[in-house]
């Protein structure tokens, strides 16, 4: 690569696309900007300031060591009052405690991050407090690399002061009592064309995220194996099809890894599609049903309807048989014995001695898949968070479909690992429509990382089992970052297209909407495929585009079925 490619241009994409990656790999929502002058890297909670004239590799590193030690709870209050002043220490405590953060964050680090990792001291900590706890006392400890940056405390603790700390801002608690998640080594080599095949990130598209992630992963694969693990071993397709689930799994190596403040759930394991070896690796994700949050109370928000009961009420319903009508397809037999009886008997016959075909019943059932992993943090182009805007179109559409008669199931998801991909009922498709449920959804904290594919199988696996009506429509409210360890852009979008095909072929309409996100609609096209998908800027255009969206995906739908 040229020297001029490897120098940063500081425009408003690059630091876009940056403040994306960086809440992604933080789980909160945190903007980046450029340093001034000579000055390391540093965070004030709300931005990461890197050297952005630096060479693209060093200030991505700086950028993952502060978003690191933000994830691993390194900046609490009572860590950074003690800091205060004493710069010999915070340069201490900063040598301890960044590898420690590293550590945790190691699964979903890019690949060529991961050197950070060599730690060359001997001082082991397993805890802010320890780490600051041993830079206080007389150890020797190595001066810590340009790349970890310095320790603002001052403005830290100001951010923390103005916004009433993590929990009032709604930021992602990380989860450290995890252990660390684990692949599977390589089976086979790769082919030569699997560098070209990752190199064009359906993520990158024109957009600035896109051109970053590439250039990020472009050396991942090479001939020799190594690399993420993400696409490994080779699997094979099986004769229970490439979407079948197996019910009810309990393996102990998962049992720690999915325990949060959710709950534990049952494990369902499903494929996932290796784009480099065009193949399914069998049984390879975990997908947990969690129990539903509840700590919250849902705002009147909810009751906002965005023009949605006429386009919805406008689909096509399925056909019923009415009797007793003046006109109609066949003769009503009950209804025409008894007219002639009061023929008979003298009385005045009613005329209404038909059976009528009428469209008024009800026959699609609805299943949302809400998005909640760490990127949907970000702050949209109106100023709310994605998150926000998502949720708010979440409760809309549940609340017209439950009362114009449809059959509609809302479901959030997050991962962390192919082992451990979190599905949280907020309704299922029996449950009454109350303020429990809206609860459950106002509940929920953005947070972790986006197995995309995984969480598109599971479902359509429910919409096909538990549904009970003849069409079927998933509905994705995500802002299309398909992001995890192992599941690398180019990666994740290829599974996350696959499963859409799948879904299809089942006779599952998929539609796709990102509401609010700044991704590249280019990107969205390759992430969702050919499934219907639209971007909309804010959730106030939501009802113009619904009506025709809803069409096209059932449409679509059909006619795959009938194809297949």
């Known amino acids: 690569m040229s020297n001029q490619n ?58 993952c060591v502060q978003c690191a030690m933000l994830s691993a709870d390194s900046f609490n209050p009572q860590i950074l009052k003690r800091l205060l002043r004493r710069p010999k220490i915070a340069n201490r405590y900063l040598a301890i405690e960044a590898p420690r953060a590293l550590r945790l964050l190691r699964d979903v680090l890019p690949p060529q991050m991961t050197y950070l990792l060599a730690d060359n001291n001997t001082l082991q900590s397993s ?12 150890h020797v400890i190595p001066i810590a690399p340009k790349e970890f940056g310095c320790i603002n405390a001052k403005a830290l603790l100001a951010n923390e002061a103005h916004a009433g700390g993590a929990a009032g801002n709604g930021q992602h608690t990380p989860h450290q009592q995890h252990k660390a998640l684990t692949e599977l080594a390589d089976e086979d080599n790769q082919d030569d064309e699997d560098v070209d095949d990752f190199a064009s990130s359906p993520v990158g598209g024109g957009g600035g995220l896109g051109k970053l992630m590439q250039k990020m992963f472009q050396n991942v694969r090479r001939l ?7 696409a490994d071993a080779i699997t094979h397709w099986t004769r229970s099809g490439p979407r079948a689930a197996v019910r009810s799994v309990s393996s102990s190596t998962n049992a720690d890894t999915v325990a949060d403040a959710f709950g534990k759930g049952i494990g ?27 700590d919250a109370v849902a705002s009147v928000e909810w009751l906002e309807g965005y023009g949605l009961r006429k386009p919805l009420a406008q689909l096509g319903m399925g056909l019923d048989r009415v ?37 008024i019943r009800r026959d699609l059932s609805v299943l949302i898949l809400l998005d909640i992993s760490g990127s ?12 926000q805007q998502q949720r708010s179109i979440t409760a809309a559409l549940t609340t017209v479909l439950y009362e114009i008669g449809d059959r509609v199931s809302v479901y959030a998801f997050h991962s962390l690992g192919r082992s451990a991909v979190r599905m949280v009922p907020i309704k299922r498709f029996d449950e009454n429509l109350d303020s429990r449920v809206m609860n459950r959804l106002h509940s929920l904290k953005p947070g972790a990382y986006s197995r995309l594919g995984a969480a598109v199988r599971h479902g359509t696996t429910i919409l096909s089992e538990r549904s009970g009506t003849p069409r079927k429509l998933l509905v994705i409210l995500s802002d299309g970052l398909a992001y995890d360890h192992g599941y690398e852009p180019a990666y994740g979008a290829a599974d996350a297209r696959q499963a859409l095909g799948e879904a299809r072929r089942d006779g599952v309409g998929c539609l796709c909407l990102s509401v609010g996100a700044s991704t590249d609609p280019a990107a969205l096209r390759r992430v969702f495929g050919s499934a219907a998908h639209a971007s909309v800027p804010n959730a106030s255009h939501i009802g113009s585009v619904i009506g025709p969206l809803f069409r096209t ?11 297949a």
């Open 323 to 359: 009797h007793r009508q003046r006109q109609g397809d066949d003769i009503d037999i009950d209804a025409a014995t008894e007219a002639q009886i009061d023929v008979m008997t003298g009385v005045v016959p009613d005329d209404a001695t038909y059976i009528e075909n009428q469209r």
């Open 553 to 563: 995906a059932l449409r679509a739908a059909e006619v795959q079925r009938r194809i």
């Open 224 to 230: 020799s194996g190594g690399g993420s693990p993400g």
């Open 6 to 63: 490897d120098q940063a241009v500081a425009n408003d994409s690059d630091l876009a696309s940056l403040s994306v990656l960086a809440s992604a790999l933080s789980g909160r929502d945190i903007g980046v900007a450029a340093t001034t002058g000579a000055m390391n890297s540093w965070t004030d909670g709300r931005q990461i300031f890197v050297d952005l004239n630096s060479a693209e590799k060093q200030y991505l590193q700086e950028l």
């Open 127 to 138: 805890s802010p407090q320890e780490s600051l706890t041993f830079a206080e006392q007389n």
């Open 376 to 387: 949907v943090s970000q702050n949209g182009q109106n100023g709310s968070s994605v998150h």
């Open 268 to 294: 369902f394991l499903y494929p996932e599609w290796n784009m480099h070896n065009k193949r399914y690796r069998t049984d390879w994700c975990t997908v947990q049903e969690l129990d539903p949050p509840h």
